[in-house]
């Protein structure tokens, strides 16, 4: 499976928990819906080891992450997603991310586990 081919996989799941996030947990406080955010829509699998796919592939999966929170808030498609993310202290998928990228980076690095650490010295970890 390409990169890509993850990516759409990742972009056609997302609007399907949105929607049941939006359908059950409608009457919820917006601060319930943010946790419900970060816990299901924050685990995008694999992220962190994406590292060759289409920009375009990338951007249809930032709409699909935005729309959901803006659906979640009852806030409009055309308004702002930074706005909709920095006013409920949410991270974006950019954010999400660089922090799995370096999590990822971290643990190779700190990582003993000989096949780790002969993979780590070789030319081929950047």
């Given at each position: 499976?390409?990169?890509?081919?993850?990516?759409?996989?990742q972009t056609t799941k997302l609007p399907v928990v949105g929607n049941t996030l939006q359908r059950k947990f409608s009457y919820c406080s917006r601060e319930v819906k943010m946790e419900l955010f970060r816990s299901h829509c924050y685990s995008i699998y694999c992220n962190s080891l994406?590292?060759?796919?289409?920009?375009?592939?990338?951007?249809?999966?930032?709409?699909?992450?935005?729309?959901?929170?803006?659906?979640?808030?009852?806030?409009?498609?055309?308004?702002?997603?930074?706005?909709?993310?920095?006013?409920?202290g949410v991270n974006n998928l950019d954010v999400i991310r660089q922090h799995s990228v370096f999590s990822l980076r971290s643990r190779v690095e700190l990582s003993t586990n000989s096949t780790i650490t002969s993979v780590r010295q070789s030319s081929a970890y950047v």
């Open positions: 499976m390409t990169d890509d081919d993850d990516i759409i996989k994406w590292s060759r796919y289409k920009v375009a592939t990338m951007n249809r999966l930032k709409v699909c992450h935005n729309d959901i929170l803006k659906r979640l808030l009852g806030l409009p498609r055309w308004c702002s997603s930074s706005l909709a993310f920095a006013r409920n």
